[in-house]
């Protein structure tokens, strides 16, 4: 599949390139990591003085209303570099907020790198399943009331306000009866408990008890939110495929680079043919991956939802099935070192290890492509 970018498309890969070349190279991101905060306010204000935050927000609300192929770009070069920053929740929160409408000075606010947003939509129950929701929000007068939990909320603690999914109505896994909410994060009842994930990224666990809300914390229409979260939640599965054709193209290369100059037996172990096949073999998943990423990328701002459910359902799909092969075989070929902590193919493979769990896994997702109208199985 042939894809060429625009000339403003190349300036942004471009910049983010000598950013990261610069500023954020693999042993600047595991001191990052290791720090109390788990993130970095420099790389943060890099980020929005590199137009990155204002690039998915509407030119209404100071951004550059950038469309899924620009963000293609962007969080591919964010996956290349593993970069830990909440860039990726929060992006993923001012979209819930552009579907709903509405709620333009948080806009404003994520353009001017001012707010950092985060999104609680799983539950301990939930698995993949977002339908499957517990928390509740009743009424408290003119406004709401909130209560439940929400479980591993990538970034939940750095966020200043939270997309939040909650039943106002309907049974446990009702597609009715759903409203998101923007809850700001230090709202009286609001209990976090932070950590570190298994990718390095920093998470949260939350508790809402008795968290009161005015009318216009509702995102889109009370009790009708079930289209906007999947709509949003396709989104976010097309930014976790760019992240990861980004880490696995990193990955890639690496793995090549270390084939040509691991001796064994007096020449580059990539000289055995057997090591040779394991390479086109990863070649062939990358490829694979980067057409289904393209794909998704031209797909989800399309006005067929039904397409672009299946589209993401897909790519989601095909690009976990690949980041799992090329991380296991990144692995192997780099013998016992490709599990230490001090090498760089670790970190790729957990990161594309958590990105295939989030917001659905492999199995979901196939499982959500089948499921689609117009799906046959083979005679």
Known sequence: MHFNLNEEQVQFADALKRWIGRDYSFEQRRAIIASPEGTSSQAWARLVELGMTALPVPQEQGGFSGGATDM??????????????????????????????????????????????????????????????????????????????????????????????????????????????????????????????????????????????PPDAVIGQAGNGWELLEHGADYGAGLLCFEALGAMEALFDATLEYLKTRQQFGVPIGKFQALQHRMADMYIHLEQARSMALLVAVKLDGADAAERRQ????????????????????????????????????????????????????????????????FQRAP
């Open 72 to 213: 293609f770009v962007v969080m591919r070069e964010l996956g290349r570099a593993l970069v830990v920053e909440p860039y990726l929740a929060t992006v993923l929160g001012a979209q819930f907020l552009k579907l709903g409408g509405g709620h333009g000075a948080l806009l404003e606010a994520v353009a001017t790198g001012e707010l950092k947003m985060a999104c609680a939509l799983g539950e301990r129950q939930s698995r993949h399943d977002l339908r499957d929701i517990l928390t509740r929000a009743e009424r408290d007068g003119a406004g709401w009331r909130l209560d439940g939990e929400k479980n591993v909320v990538i970034h939940g603690a750095e966020a200043g306000v939270l997309v939040v999914s909650a039943r106002t109505g309907g049974a446990q896994r009702d597609e009715d009866g759903i409203t998101l909410f923007a809850v700001p994060a230090d709202a009286p009842g609001l209990r976090q408990t932070a950590y570190r994930g298994l990718d390095g990224l920093r998470a949260a666990d939350l508790r809402f008890d008795g968290v009161v809300l």
């Open 311 to 374: 589209v993401a359902a897909a790519a989601k799909y095909r690009v976990g099935e690949a980041a799992r092969f090329i991380g296991q075989q990144a692995v192997q070929l780099h013998g016992g070192m490709g599990v230490t902590d001090e090498l760089a193919a670790s970190h790729y493979f957990k990161r594309l290890t958590t990105i295939d769990l989030t917001l659905g896994d492999r199995d979901h997702h196939l499982a959500r492509f089948m499921a689609q109208p117009g």
